[in-house]
């Protein structure tokens, strides 16, 4: 008889991880809409009058929160993808300011593209996981 631990769940920890990032992503996205100066302040971004707090309550807050709502409460792996190449997309666009923009590189900088790394290849590793979990339960992948 095979050892039950053989192969590992992992699969379940993959998704956990997903929702984890999806939650991060909601979360800034609620924080951007809640208190907008707060985090124009905390990312070094201006909105000098309510057209521009509007613009952060709905660009950041709106967008990243319904994005990461969304992934926290659907099964597909594509919600996962999404939420997961939104991360990556943000940390590849702040490695490449190095040589646009050069930005002064503080303890925040890294701070952020290490979350945005992290929470990218999360929500990645869940949509995989999730995805061979639907192919396996319509028999289309061979059971190990």
């Known amino acids: 008889m095979a050892s039950p631990f053989r192969h590992p769940p ?8 997903g929702r984890l990032s999806s939650a991060a992503l909601m979360l ?55 939420v997961g190449v939104t991360w990556l997309g943000a940390a590849a666009v702040r490695i490449a300011t190095r040589k646009i923009d050069r930005p002064p590189v503080t303890a925040s900088y890294w701070v952020y593209l290490g979350l945005e790394i992290s929470c990218g290849v999360m929500s990645l590793a869940s949509a995989t996981a999730r995805r061979r979990g639907v192919k396996k339960a319509a028999g289309q992948v061979p059971a190990r």
């Open 10 to 17: 992992v699969t379940l920890h993959f998704m956990n991880v």
């Open 28 to 82: 800034s996205g609620v924080a951007a809409a809640v208190d907008p100066k707060g985090v124009v302040a905390a990312l070094h971004l201006t909105a000098d009058d309510a057209r521009g707090v509007t613009e952060t309550r709905a660009g950041l807050g709106g967008t990243y929160a319904a994005l990461g709502g969304w992934a926290l409460v659907s099964r597909e792996p594509a919600a996962d993808a999404a």
